[in-house]
Nanobody
Framework: QVQLVESGGGLVQPGGSLRLSCAAS????????MAWYRQAPGKQRELVAS???????NYSNSAKGRFTISRDATKNTMYLQMISLKPEDTAVYYC??????????WGQGTQVTVSS
């Protein structure tokens, strides 16, 4: 049973923008800290940004000032708005849901490629 579904990745030029979406089942979304991770080729998966059920956000240093994480409880969906994209942002972006007493849920990933 698929619990998290990402969308919105693609190819964009340096300096461009993309918005990623992660649709979740309601039971997971309401009680989870939601987060975006990314993994570039040959590198470890890293946290990009997270958001708690009450909207508290946290960003990696590379994301601060350029990325905005948000969640819409009416749609059970989390977003990552990315601006001023750089080639080093190229990676597979994964949606993550973390709940107390449960194993983390992961989406299948969406590819973001920043290239001219």
């Amino acid at each position: 049973q698929v619990q998290l579904v990402e969308s919105g990745g693609g190819l964009v030029q340096p300096g461009g923008s993309l918005r990623l979406s992660c649709a979740a089942s309601g039971s997971i979304f309401r009680s989870s800290i939601m987060a975006w991770y990314r993994q570039a080729p040959g590198k470890q998966r890293e946290l990009v940004a997270s958001i708690t059920p009450n909207g508290r956000t946290n960003y990696s240093n590379s994301a601060k000032g350029r990325f905005t994480i948000s969640r819409d409880a009416t749609k059970n969906t989390m977003y990552l708005q990315m601006i001023s994209l750089k080639p080093e942002d190229t990676a597979v972006y994964y949606c993550n849901a973390a709940r107390l007493l449960y194993k983390d849920e992961w989406g299948q990933g969406t590819q973001v490629t920043v290239s001219s």
